[in-house]
């Protein structure tokens, strides 16, 4: 099946840094979705990215098909952007996600 | 126009018992899925519905799990006599009734605790 990398996998900020989260597939795929699971597990939909650049807010993601990744950007972090960000790709049927970075925003 | 719910947010069952996960989807909704996550782990996918048929079932255990999607009411995921490895939190999504790629929103999930 299709493999899935984040990195990095931990991240640590100071609050109103930015970041650059990064994630890898190894084959075509025809969705790409980034998601936000806060400290309390929730998972929220941040981005539905199959090629290009969104932006919503202090966030933004590119996903560069032909060469198989996406990139999630935080810009002026705040300690309610910490969590887990996943990335997941979907081929066909089959949807698989990362493992995950995990972010921590100290104030 | 409501989010995909999900029912009980916690669940909690003693070894051997039978855990049932209620998943409502979006309005318009017509696919579900549901994922595991266990704990310090990512999500894993587990199966693919839609309104009385399952589409891919190949996240799931051969044994003791089962889903359905009924034609009417909420999409259940059902795991018979439950061992303390099931403890996880289960997510259910869903998406609309689109033929090309599309968006999945998820539930708040249940977190299934095994005694």
């Known amino acids: 099946g299709i493999q899935v990398e984040q990195s990095p996998p931990d991240l640590i900020l100071q609050e109103g840094a930015n970041s650059t989260l990064r994630c890898n597939f190894s084959d075509s795929v025809n969705n790409l979705q980034w998601f936000h699971q806060n400290p309390w597990g929730q998972l929220i939909n941040l981005f539905y990215i199959p090629s290009g650049t969104k932006q919503n807010g202090r966030l933004s993601a590119t996903t560069v098909a032909t060469e198989r990744y996406s990139l999630l950007y935080i810009s002026s972090s705040q300690t309610t952007d910490s969590g887990v960000y996943f990335c997941a790709v979907e081929r066909g049927n089959d949807m698989r996600f990362g493992a995950g970075t995990r972010l921590t925003v100290k104030p | 126009n409501a989010g995909v719910m999900q029912n009980p947010r916690h669940l909690v069952r003693r070894r051997g018992q039978e855990a049932r996960l209620r998943c409502s989807p979006m309005k318009g909704h017509s696919h579900v899925y549901w994922y595991r996550q266990l704990p310090e782990e990512g999500l894993k996918f587990m199966v693919y519905?839609?309104?009385?048929?399952?589409?891919?079932e190949s996240g799931m255990p051969k044994e003791r799990f089962s889903a359905e999607f009924p034609k009417e009411g909420p999409s259940i995921l059902r795991i018979q006599q439950v061992v303390r490895g099931d403890s996880a939190a289960y997510f259910c999504a869903s998406s609309p009734p689109a033929t090309s790629a599309r968006a999945q929103y998820f539930g708040p999930g249940t977190r299934l605790t095994v005694l």
């Open positions: 519905l839609q309104k009385e048929n399952i589409i891919d």
